[in-house]
């Protein structure tokens, strides 16, 4: 059993960064890979990143890549999404996850949810 808080969320303006931490709770966490989703307002929740149990196979939604980037550090149970350059359409409710990869590296099943942490960036 793995239980996922996320943190670090808030209101920024455009242009700026949060740095999101998402702590894990269970002895298993280095077994899974972990992702960040994102929901917006009317919209599905969409991928937006995740990395491997190892650190690697790190993959980023296009919207994101080259702004955003994911880490963890397994010592800690704790991984994290630094955003940069955030925009307006950045705005969502965003959610860890635990779950696994499949073909290419791509995320395929998740197996835990975290609550969820609401960023906004304003114009």
């Known amino acids: 059993q793995v239980q996922l808080v996320e943190s670090g969320g808030g209101l920024v303006q455009a242009g700026g960064s949060l740095r999101l931490s998402c702590a894990a709770s269970g002895r298993t966490f280095s077994r899974y890979a972990m992702g960040w989703f994102r929901q917006a307002p009317g919209k599905e929740r969409e991928f937006v990143a995740s990395?491997?149990?190892?650190?690697?196979?790190?993959y980023y939604a296009d919207s994101v890549n080259g702004r955003f980037t994911i880490s963890r550090d397994n010592a800690k149970n704790t991984v994290y999404l630094q955003m940069n350059s955030l925009k307006p359409d950045d705005t969502a409710v965003y959610y860890c996850?635990?779950?696994?990869?499949?073909?290419?590296?791509?995320?395929?099943?998740?197996?835990?949810w975290g609550q969820g942490t609401q960023v906004t960036v304003s114009s």
């Open positions: 990395i491997r149990w190892s650190g690697g196979n790190i």
């Open positions: 996850a635990a779950g696994a990869l499949g073909y290419g590296s791509r995320w395929s099943s998740t197996n835990y």
